[in-house]
């Protein structure tokens, strides 16, 4: 496959067109670190491709849970080349424990179960800081209607499952994460962007140890290691690509 033109850059990945495929995009991981909606900035080596490599080996694993994925293939260290989808302009975020904005938000106790686990929305929009959407908003936006909610929930939950029990067998907590869907030729929501550190928190379950993109966050120290921690621990229970 060729590269084509440049069609996107995002805070984790360039977007470019596959030259004689219309259907396919050319994802490229950048080694970048962006946080708080792109205000903190930083990277480190090896980075794009140990997204690359972690959001890959999840996306098999879900796809044999049968769960449809964009994946079509992995390309170089850091390329995945995937179906091009209508995105749906949503952030479908799952919470296991109170962590990040929920905390916050509540002035919840961090780490406390959440049972069951909390599904939100989150409206993709940079300039308005991603702000949180209930149900009749989206209605109201005219992004989806009530029955496409409720199976992006299903979707959520579902995929929250199947990598509840893929990170329990390499010993983490999966806190929450967040993932975006679009629809594909045939208007069915297939699960799209990534599944990775970036877009997960991920505790050690005997430690507590963060090992996810909160160390760059909270400038928790060798942010590195952590991603580097959570691809060692899937290559040696989950195998290599």
């Known amino acids: 496959m ?17 030259v004689g495929k219309p259907d396919l995009i050319w994802q490229e991981f950048k080694n970048s670190l962006t946080a708080f909606n792109g205000v903190k900035k930083g990277e480190f080596d090896i980075k794009g491709s140990l997204n690359r490599d972690i959001c890959a080996k999840i996306f098999r694993y879900l796809e044999q849970n049968g769960l449809a994925t964009h994946m079509v ?5 850091h390329v995945m080349i995937t179906k091009k989808l209508q995105m749906i302009p949503l952030e479908i975020v799952v919470r296991n424990r109170v962590a990040g904005s929920l905390k916050k938000k ?13 599904v939100e929305f989150y409206y993709k929009k940079d300039e308005l800081n991603d702000p949180f959407m209930s149900d009749d908003q989206i209605v109201m936006m005219k992004i989806l ?16 499952q199947h990598l509840k029990i893929f990170f329990e067998k390499i010993g983490i907590d999966l806190v929450d994460f967040k993932v975006e869907m ?7 929501v297939v699960l799209a962007d990534e599944i990775s550190p970036d877009s997960c928190r991920l505790w050690d379950i005997k430690t ?34």
């Open 2 to 18: 060729t590269k084509g033109e440049l069609l996107y850059e995002g805070k984790a990945k360039r977007i470019y067109s596959v």
């Open 73 to 77: 293939e992995i390309l170089n260290a």
């Open 106 to 118: 509540f002035d919840l106790v961090e780490g406390d179960k959440i049972e069951p686990p909390l």
């Open 145 to 160: 209607n009530h029955n496409q909610i409720l199976h992006l929930k299903k979707m959520g939950l579902l995929i929250n």
């Open 182 to 188: 679009g629809f594909d030729i045939s208007d069915e």
């Open 208 to 241: 507590n140890e963060k090992l996810d993109k909160d160390r760059f966050r909270y400038d928790l120290g060798d942010v590195k290691m952590g991603y580097s921690e959570i691809g060692s621990r899937i290559q040696k229970v989950w195998g290599s690509l």
